[in-house]
Every structure is written in structure tokens, then in C-alpha cells.
Nanobody, 125 residues
């Protein structure tokens, strides 16, 4: 599975950006696809993930109520709409996917087999 991510850029605090991630294969009901981010000098951290099984979504507390993850099933694509961006959201964002996750592991980057290239999001204050 190859993941193609896009949509990063420079935005002022309070602004919005939308990231996209497209999988090279048709997704199944067991598929999880979502986003992690890594700021300079920090570990990669969970942001949000979409579970094709029932369309369930999961978020990090730091982005809940500001970010929304959604999918376009026909395009095998997941979107991350980021609103009210803050300077602490500045990071390289990575798309990740896997089809064998259990819920207790969705926030652990080591559990994901497939990764896209990162896209840089810079939020200026």
C-alpha cells in the first residue's frame, strides 16, 4: 500500500488547512487511515484516525473540536480539516494506515505498517 499525502503549507494562527491522503489500493472495512505529526525535537504523535468499519473517528485531545477527519471512499482518500490552527500545531504531518489494528493500539505509530511522505504544516503567530 502506498500513501500519497498533500496539503501542507504556511498559515497564520487561527487559519485553516486541509490535508489529503490517498491510498493506492481499495480500502476494506478493517482499514484504519489517519495522521501523525512530528515537531522538531519531539516524538511522532497521534493526531487522528478514521476507521472504515462504521466510520468511527478518533482524535488526540489536543486537536479535538478543531480538526475533523473524513473520507471519500470512492477515492480511497482521507482528509484532515484543520481549523483554528495554533503555533503548536506546527509539525511535519504523516499519513499512516494499517488493516490489522486493534483499538488499544491506534495511537501508537509503531503499529502502523504503511506511511506516506510527510507534509509540512507551519503555523505562524
Amino acid at each position: 500500500v502506498q500513501l500519497q499525502a498533500s496539503g501542507g503549507g504556511l498559515v497564520q494562527e487561527g487559519g485553516s488547512l486541509r490535508l489529503s491522503c490517498t491510498a493506492s489500493v481499495r480500502t476494506s472495512s478493517r482499514f484504519f487511515m489517519g495522521w501523525f505529526r512530528q515537531a522538531p525535537g519531539k516524538e511522532r504523535e497521534f493526531v487522528a484516525v478514521y476507521n472504515w468499519n462504521g466510520g468511527r473517528t478518533y482524535y488526540a485531545d489536543s486537536v479535538k473540536d478543531r480538526f475533523t477527519i473524513s473520507r471519500d471512499n470512492a477515492k480511497n482518500t482521507v482528509y484532515l480539516q484543520m481549523n483554528n490552527l495554533k503555533s503548536e500545531d506546527t509539525a511535519v504531518y504523516y499519513c499512516a494506515a494499517d488493516s490489522r489494528l486493534i483499538l488499544s493500539s491506534i495511537r501508537d505509530p509503531n503499529q502502523y505498517d504503511y506511511w506516506g511522505r510527510g507534509t509540512l504544516v507551519t503555523v505562524s503567530s
